[in-house]
């Protein structure tokens, strides 16, 4: 176990950079929000400049590709990530610690790797100062001790990290990409969702946190479970579409998506009942594959109201043929399903092999 500055070449904050010295162009500021957990966020849209003459006036310490950031403040403290190749000179904001790391001694990619774990946090906690917002100083943030193996034995935990991160980001990548693709042949009718579903808006109930009593039963919003509660409404399978929320523009989840048994859904989900689970999962797969932007009302709150739901047109093949879309999107969804088990798989070996560091 060795100090954390022991290990460094360089061991310095960043600088202070007033909102009056940053431009719109020239040097990347590096702020603490671009410090993720383990990984550097870009933030692109909200990235700050400083001027080449602003530089030189405030004498910045330039930081370079392959230098560790370490934040000293919350949240968490002492979180930290390699700074990556950009187009752009970079300095620093002054509550991040810039680590060049001797190379002989440590490796930068093992020491991120080391901040993700549960004992590094525990050391950074008996160094921590302030009340309604903690952080670290730079000299306590130099005294925290880290696991040190022989550098032969750091390069082989780190290529078998990289090798599992490699398996992570495909699977990740497949997850991120896949969308239920549904080829429509115009010669299908065309219909308007309100003609093959029932609307059961009227049935549904929202209860505050502070009323929902604790229970087995699934609590259902705009995007899934959010809790679970002691009485249900519904008991059968039903589809639930979003109704507001910012979701409705991003899509980072579906929209879209089947519930079954006893639940409880509240008033930021519409809900639909059909005659035969076919249709239900088919226009729940037609739905998470189109643009809905013309049907969304509201800015600041996103919204698609029942009326506009209703007149939804969607392209409804004959049942045989529905079947055989709905079952083939399940197969795909059953491959995209295991690659998100592989992720959870994967991400716990790296997590053994950086618990047996710590020893």
Not at 202 to 225: C, E, H, L, M, Q
Request: a negative charge.
């Amino acid at each position: 176990m060795v100090e954390l500055g022991e290990v460094a070449e360089m061991f310095i904050d960043g600088d202070w950079i007033e909102s009056k010295d940053q431009s719109d162009t020239g040097i990347r500021l590096i702020q603490t929000g671009n410090v993720g957990f383990g990984e550097y966020l870009d933030k692109g849209d909200k990235a700050r400049f400083i001027t080449d003459e602003k530089f030189k006036e405030l004498n910045c310490t330039e930081v370079f590709e392959g230098d560790v950031l370490i934040s000293r403040l919350p949240d968490p403290v002492g979180r930290a990530c390699l700074v990556p190749k950009i187009n752009s000179r970079m300095i620093t904001a002054v509550d991040c610690t810039i680590v060049r790391f001797n190379p002989n001694k440590l490796m930068s990619k093992l020491f991120v790797n080391l901040t993700k774990t549960e004992n590094y946090y525990k050391n950074i906690f008996q160094y921590l100062t302030g009340a309604s917002r903690q952080r670290i100083s730079r000299s306590n943030l130099y005294q925290i001790k880290i696991p040190l193996p022989p550098l032969s034995v750091q390069q082989e935990i780190v290529a078998e990290i990289e090798g599992y991160q490699k398996i992570i980001d495909g699977a990740r990548q497949v997850g991120e990409n896949y969308k239920p693709k549904i080829k429509v042949d115009e010669r299908w009718e065309v219909v308007e969702l309100g003609e093959v579903s029932e609307n059961l808006d009227s049935k549904r109930k929202p209860v505050t946190k502070s009323d929902r009593k604790n229970g087995p039963y699934p609590y259902y919003g705009a995007s899934g479970i959010v809790d679970y509660v002691d009485d249900f409404i519904f008991n059968e399978d039903l589809l639930l579409i979003s109704e507001d929320g910012a979701n409705l523009i991003s899509r980072n989840t579906p929209i879209a998506f089947s519930i079954g048994g006893k639940t409880w859904v509240n008033n930021h989900a519409h809900i639909l009942r059909f005659k035969n689970i076919e249709t239900q999962k088919f226009v729940e797969f037609y739905l998470n594959s189109i643009n809905l932007e013309n049907y969304i009302t509201g800015c600041a709150q996103p919204k698609i109201n029942q009326e506009k739901l209703n007149k939804m047109p969607i392209p409804l093949p004959p049942l045989d043929v529905q079947k055989e879309i709905v079952a083939r999107i399940e197969e795909e969804q059953k491959l995209v399903d295991a690659n998100k088990k592989l992720i959870e798989l994967f991400e716990g070996k790296i997590k053994e092999k950086i618990a047996e560091v710590w020893g």
